[in-house]
């Protein structure tokens, strides 16, 4: 097996950060929210404009990407702005839309 492909299975730490980020990621509401987010930063109010639920529920949603460290937030007056935190994570909703979202 060439060492690229071991490297993730020898750090055990990667291999369960790896799974908390799909696990948190897997919901569709929360995939529908980073794909909303993509590589920009969006009030909540933006995404509940364009995900169509409560605040409240996009709120939680939101708790939850953000206590998994895949969301980072910034705080601006009354408005609360989410951008996706790490590069890997924009890579990896890149490559699912690629896959899953592209006419064939």
């Known amino acids: 097996m ?4 071991s490297d993730l299975m020898d750090k055990e730490e990667d291999i369960e950060r ?3 980020s799909l696990k948190a990621m897997a919901h569709p509401l929360r995939l529908k929210i980073l794909c ?3 590589d920009r930063e969006v009030s909540v109010q933006e995404i509940v404009d364009h995900v169509g639920t409560s ?8 708790a939850i990407l953000r206590d998994k460290g895949i969301l980072s937030a ?3 007056a ?4 989410y951008r996706v935190g790490d590069g890997r994570t ?3 909703i890149g490559m699912m839309q690629e896959v899953f979202c592209r006419s064939a």
């Open 55 to 62: 605040q409240s529920n996009i709120s939680q949603h939101l």
């Open 74 to 76: 910034r705080k601006d």
């Open 2 to 5: 060439p060492s690229d492909r």
């Open 78 to 81: 009354n408005r609360v702005y």
């Open 18 to 20: 790896a799974s908390r």
């Open 36 to 38: 909303v987010l993509g």
């Open 90 to 92: 924009l890579r990896l």
